[in-house]
C-alpha cells in the first residue's frame, strides 16, 4: 500500500512492504552494539512511581562544589561541603562546568580543610576534583517533576584513606522510579575506575548493610524491582584501588506504567570542543518511548524480558535499540537519549478478524502486515497521549522539529505480528497530536525499519526521492535531505560535493541523486532512501538492482548529509542549538560542521563499510538501454 501522493514527511512517512523490508529486517538485526551507560543528574529521588514526584536533597556527600551544567553555578555550595559526609574529606571540588568551575575551586579550600571525620588520610582530598553535590537546590525544590537542573560534572572528591572510609563520595546520586526498574544516576568521580552501587530495602543501607551491584556504570538501570517498595541506595567510587566514601542515600519507589530501558547519563561530546557537553539535565534529554502494541499478555516478554535483556536480547525493544544505536550519528550520542517502553497487553493481535489492540494501531494484514493510515487526532493518538501524560517527564516543549511538535520526545510503535513472531508491519512516520490540546504533538514511527522509521521522526528528514509516486519538493532548507535542485552551488549539502575542504578527495560520492519530478539527494546510498520504485530509474531489467528488486537504502549507514543533519537534530533537541533550523544551521555551518568532520569523519561507503561499493549501481537507462554501468550524478554548475 502507497500513498497517492505523499507530500512531504512532515505529516506522512513512507510507507514501505513488508516484503521488501524482510531481508533487511533479519540482517541489520544481527548488529549489535552494547547499550550506553552512564548517568548523571544531582538530586536524590524519592517518587511514588506513577506520576513521580521525585525530590531530592541535593548535595550528596561530596558536598561541595557543585558545578552545574550550563553556568548554573555551584549551588553544591549551598550543599556545603560537608565533606564526604561521614567520612573522609570531601572532596575538593574542582569544578566542572564553566562557572562552577570557580566555586568549586573554592570549595576545595573548604574540603581539604575540612577533614573528615573519619578520614584519616584526607591526602587526596584537596587534591582530587570533586565537584560534588550538584545542585541540590534543584532536587531538593522539584515535587513533581526533575526541574533541577542538576550539577553536571558533580563529582566526587576522592579522599583520605583513613579510617573512616576513602574521603569524597560520590556526588548526588539520584533514583529515577519507573515501572519494575529504578535508574541510578551520579556525576563523574574523577579518576574513579569504577562504582559500587549499593540497594537495600531499608532506609539505612550503607556499603556495609547494602547488596552490592559491583561495576555499575552511572545511568545504571536496577531492574527486576517491585512496584511499590521503596529501594535505597549509595554509591562509591573506586580510585586508586580505594573505595569511597559512600554518597549521601537516595531511594525510590518503583510504579507506573513506563519501563525504564536505557539511561543516557547527558555527558555526551560536544562535537565543537570535543569535550562533554555540560550534562543535560533528564528532562533535557531525548526521551525515547516505545510503545508495545498487539502483544497479548503472554507475550509481553517477546518486547522486552529483563533476563534477555543481559544475554541473547532476542526481543523487540532490544532489537530496537541495538540497531538504531549500531547507526552514526545515534552510536555517536547515545548518552543524549532515555529510552523506556510501554509494556501494555492487547486483547488480541493485529492479525484477529476484530482486533482488539492496546493503541489500536490500523493495520492492514489482507496480504502481509502493513500500516493503515493513523490519523493525527484518532483513537491511536487519544490512548497513546493518556499514557504520555503519565510518564514522568512528559513532554513540555513544542518547539521541537517540524510543527508543534515535542523537542524532547520521540514515540515508536513496535508492532507484534504473529506471523514473525516479532515486531514487524511496515512502516510509517506521522505526528500524533495531544487530544486536550492541538498545539502538542510528538512525531511517531511505526513499524519495522526502524532506524530508517525512527530517523524520520527523530530528525525530520524525508526519504524514497526515487518513488514514481513522490514528487519534488518546491522549497527546502538547511535540513533538507532531499531538493527541488540539482544546482551544486544551491544544494543544502554543497559543503560535502568533491573538492571542497571536507571532501577534498572523493569524487563519485556526492551529488544529485535523483530526478527533476521527484527531488535529488546527496547520495545514491543512504539509510533514507527508499525500498521499492529504485530500481525503475538505476535498475537493470534483471540481476541485482532490477526495477522490481532494486533497493537504494543502505540499512547500515546514513549519507553523510543525513547524518550531519541527525546529529544537528541531538543537539537541536537537547537545547543546545536553537530551536529555529535557520539559526541553528548557521550555526552548526559555522562552529560544528567542520569539528564534526574532523571527529568523526567524511564517512565512504567501501573505506568504512568493507564490502560496499561507493555510489555504483546498475543502471537501466530506459531512454538508451540496459547496460549496466557504474553510475555518478554529479550536480550541474
Ligand atoms: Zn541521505
Redesign the pocket.
Known amino acids: 500500500m502507497r500513498n497517492p501522493r505523499r507530500p512531504e514527511i512532515r505529516e506522512m512517512g513512507q510507507i514501505s512492504p513488508w516484503r521488501r523490508t524482510l531481508a533487511v529486517f533479519a540482517s541489520t538485526f544481527l548488529l549489535a552494539l552494547p547499550g550506553c551507560s552512564g548517568g548523571d543528574e544531582a538530586s536524590d529521588a524519592e517518587s511514588d512511581g506513577a506520576a513521580g514526584a521525585i525530590q531530592g536533597l541535593g548535595g550528596s556527600g561530596a558536598g561541595l562544589g557543585g558545578a552545574s551544567s550550563g553556568g548554573a553555578v555551584a549551588a553544591g555550595g549551598t550543599a556545603p561541603a560537608v565533606g564526604g559526609g561521614d567520612l573522609g574529606l570531601g572532596g575538593a571540588a574542582v569544578g566542572a562546568g564553566g562557572a562552577a568551575v570557580g566555586a568549586g575551586g573554592a570549595a576545595v579550600g573548604a574540603g581539604g580543610a575540612a577533614p573528615g571525620v573519619g578520614g584519616a588520610d584526607p591526602g587526596l582530598g584537596g587534591a582530587d576534583p570533586g565537584l560534588g553535590g550538584a545542585d541540590p537546590g534543584v532536587g531538593g525544590a522539584a515535587t513533581g517533576g526533575f526541574a533541577g537542573s542538576p550539577g553536571v560534572g558533580g563529582d566526587v572528591g576522592v579522599g583520605g584513606t583513613g579510617a573512616g572510609g576513602g574521603g569524597g563520595a560520590p556526588g548526588a546520586l539520584s533514583a529515577i522510579p519507573a515501572n519494575g526498574t529504578i535508574g541510578l544516576e551520579w556525576p563523574v568521580t574523577p579518576g574513579a575506575t569504577s562504582y559500587n552501587l549499593y540497594w537495600s530495602t531499608t532506609a539505612d543501607v550503607s556499603p556495609t548493610t547494602g547488596t552490592l551491584i559491583a561495576g555499575a556504570e552511572r545511568g545504571y538501570v536496577h531492574r527486576d524491582t517491585s512496584n511499590g517498595q521503596t529501594y535505597y541506595y549509595v554509591v562509591t567510587a573506586v580510585v586508586d584501588g580505594s573505595e569511597s566514601a559512600p554518597s549521601d542515600v537516595a531511594s525510590a519507589t518503583p510504579g507506573g506504567e513506563w519501563v525504564l530501558e536505557q539511561l543516557g547519563t547527558g555527558d555526551f561530546t560536544d562535537v565543537v570542543t570535543g569535550a562533554p557537553v555540560p550534562t543535560v539535565p533528564v528532562e533535557q534529554r531525548v526521551h525515547i518511548l516505545l510503545f508495545g502494541e498487539g502483544y497479548l499478555a503472554s507475550e509481553l516478554y517477546k518486547l522486552h524480558d529483563h533476563t534477555d535483556h543481559s544475554g541473547a536480547r532476542d526481543n523487540d525493544v532490544d532489537r530496537w535499540i541495538d540497531l538504531v544505536f549500531s547507526i552514526e550519528p545515534y552510536s555517536l550520542f547515545p548518552e543524549a537519549f532515555v529510552i523506556w517502553y510501554l509494556p501494555r497487553a492487547s486483547n488480541t493481535t493485529i492479525r484477529d478478524p476484530n482486533p482488539d489492540t492496546a493503541f489500536q494501531v490500523p493495520v492492514d494484514v489482507s496480504s502481509f502486515a502493513q500500516m493503515g493510515s493513523v490519523p493525527t487526532d484518532g483513537a491511536t493518538a487519544q490512548i497513546a497521549w493518556a499514557a504520555i501524560d503519565d510518564h514522568l517527564f512528559p513532554p513540555a516543549d513544542f518547539t521541537g522539529p517540524a510543527f508543534r511538535r515535542a523537542r524532547n520526545a520521540v514515540a515508536a510503535f513496535l508492532i507484534f505480528d504473529p506471523d514473525y513472531d516479532q515486531a514487524s508491519v511496515s512502516g510509517l512516520a506521522t505526528s500524533l497530536q495531544n487530544p486536550a490540546d492541538a498545539n502538542q504533538r510528538i512525531a511517531a514511527a511505526f513499524g519495522v525499519g526502524h532506524a530508517h522509521e525512527f530517523t524520520h521522526s527523530f530528525a525530520n528528514v524525508r526519504d524514497e526521492y526515487m518513488e514514481t509516486s513522490n514528487s519534488a519538493p518546491s522549497s527546502w532548507s538547511g535540513t533538507s ?1 532531499v531538493v527541488g535542485t540539482n544546482v551544486c552551488g544551491d544544494l543544502p549539502w554543497s559543503h560535502l560535493l568533491y573538492g571542497s575542504t571536507i571532501n577534498p578527495s572523493v569524487d563519485g560520492l556526492v551529488g544529485a541523486f535523483g530526478d527533476p519530478s521527484l527531488g535529488y ?3 545514491l546510498l ?1 539509510l ?2 527508499g525500498t521499492h520504485d529504485n530500481g525503475e530509474f538505476y535498475g537493470t531489467s534483471t540481476g541485482s538492482c532490477s526495477p522490481t528488486s532494486c533497493t537504494l537504502r543502505s540499512e547500515d549507514r ?2 553523510n ?2 547524518r550531519e543533519t541527525t546529529a544537528l537534530r541531538v543537539f537541536q533537541r537537547t537545547g543546545i542549538l536553537p530551536v529555529d533550523d535557520d539559526t541553528a544551521v548557521a550555526e552548526w555551518a559555522a562552529s560544528y560542521r567542520t569539528p564534526f568532520y574532523a571527529q568523526y569523519e567524511f564517512r565512504v561507503p567501501g573505506v568504512h563499510f568493507p564490502g560496499l561499493v561507493p555510489q555504483s549501481n546498475d543502471r537501466r537507462d530506459p531512454e538508451t538501454s540496459d547496460a549496466e554501468r557504474q553510475i555518478y550524478q554529479a550536480c550541474v554548475p
Open positions: 535531505n539527494h546527496s547520495e543512504c533514507m532512501n546514513m549519507c548529509y543525513c
